[in-house]
């Protein structure tokens, strides 16, 4: 049975890094984006995340651009700049967002991005931003069913 949830974010410092490519790429990606947070003497304090920019129907997979991100506690920073290595600080601000929790391996998670998006249509809510992921669960710790991932897309009351 398919569960969704409306929910309010509040605004969140978060370090991020903006990729362009195949999401083959996430798990480096972390690994660079938590490496780069550790250098610059941040702690990291939520779950990952990702935000897809581009929609992987209408854009080439090569050319899909998506951000990792992560909540910090910033020793000291300035929002909104990014460095050489592409991480930069930013605030995510206060956000409405319908979610939904898929269990399983993230090679199957298109459906419940889906079904996500057909709940919030079928009540009456307007998408206003990029679908987003939180990975409740390590994939390196846990077998693929055992996977957590939090589907989330940006709404506002119609």
């Not at 984006?33 to 550790?38: D, K």
């Not at 995510?92 to 967002?97: C, D, F, G, N, S």
């Not at 390196?140 to 957590?148: C, K, N």
Request: overall charge negative; charged content about 20%; glycine content about 8%.
């Amino acid at each position: 049975m398919f569960e969704a949830h409306v929910v309010e974010n509040r605004a969140t410092t978060v370090a991020y890094l903006t990729m362009v490519g195949s999401y083959d790429q996430i798990a480096s990606g972390f690994i660079a984006l938590y490496s780069w947070i550790e250098e610059c003497g941040h702690a990291a304090v939520g779950s990952p995340h990702a935000t897809f920019l581009t929609d992987p129907v209408l854009v080439a997979e090569d050319e899909a651009r998506w951000e990792l991100w992560t909540e910090i506690y910033a020793v000291s920073y300035v929002p909104g700049t990014m460095d050489q290595s592409g991480c930069g600080i930013k605030i995510v601000p206060q956000r409405t967002l319908a979610t939904t929790v898929h269990e399983g391996p993230v090679d199957s998670i298109e459906t419940t991005h889906e079904s996500l998006g057909i709940w919030v249509v079928e009540r009456g809510f307007r998408i206003v931003g990029p679908p987003e992921e939180m990975y409740l669960t390590d994939a390196m710790d846990v077998s693929p069913e055992q996977i957590r991932t939090q589907v989330g897309i940006p709404v506002r009351c119609v």
